[in-house]
């Protein structure tokens, strides 16, 4: 029954890191592009490998470069502002379908840029896929405080705006 027991225990800390509850990995790096309100470039050195990277801001969806959606240009330098040409701690467990780090992203300053990016405006919380309470939070309060595109009548969330620009022209 012991074994079993043990088994069991086994098995379930295996799943558990298979879904990344305790595979988080942390690296640091300059970043070096910002392209948009939630994606940039880092560089930096890991185990004396020198690496470059892809980052999308896990949780959060800024407006779309694609089709001059509203607030990215705005979105973009606020990230820029906080980020470019700076240190960064990005904390993750996954990679997207494109094969970009999924974080949560700290600098000097600022203990969490996603949130920050929520707060101000300029930054949707990406619900569909994430369900940290304190970015639903910020988004309430920028939406009522009609703060950066919340200050639009109408400001269109960035998942529709790439599904729109998806269908095709009749």
Not at 140 to 152: E, I, Q, S
Request: with cysteine.
């Amino acid at each position: 029954m012991k074994n079993v027991l043990i088994r069991y225990i086994f098995l379930l800390l295996l799943l558990l890191t298979e879904n990344n509850v305790f595979c988080q990995t942390v690296i640091y790096g300059e970043v070096v592009k910002v392209s948009d309100g939630d994606t940039f470039t880092m560089e930096g050195c890991a185990e004396t490998a020198l690496f470059r990277e892809r980052v999308r801001l896990q949780g959060i969806d800024a407006p779309e470069g694609k089709g001059n959606q509203p607030y990215w240009q705005q979105s973009r330098n606020f990230l820029a502002k906080l980020i470019d040409k700076k240190i960064v701690k990005v904390t993750f467990t996954s990679r997207d379908q494109y094969g970009r780090i999924l974080g949560t992203v700290s600098v000097d300053g600022c203990d969490d840029v996603n949130l920050e990016m929520i707060k101000s405006g300029l930054a949707w919380h990406y619900s569909y896929f994430d369900n940290t309470k304190a970015y639903a939070e910020a988004e309430l309060f920028a939406k009522t405080h009609r703060l950066g595109l919340w200050a639009d009548d109408a400001p269109v969330n960035p998942y529709q705006w790439r599904k729109e620009l998806k269908k095709p022209i009749p």
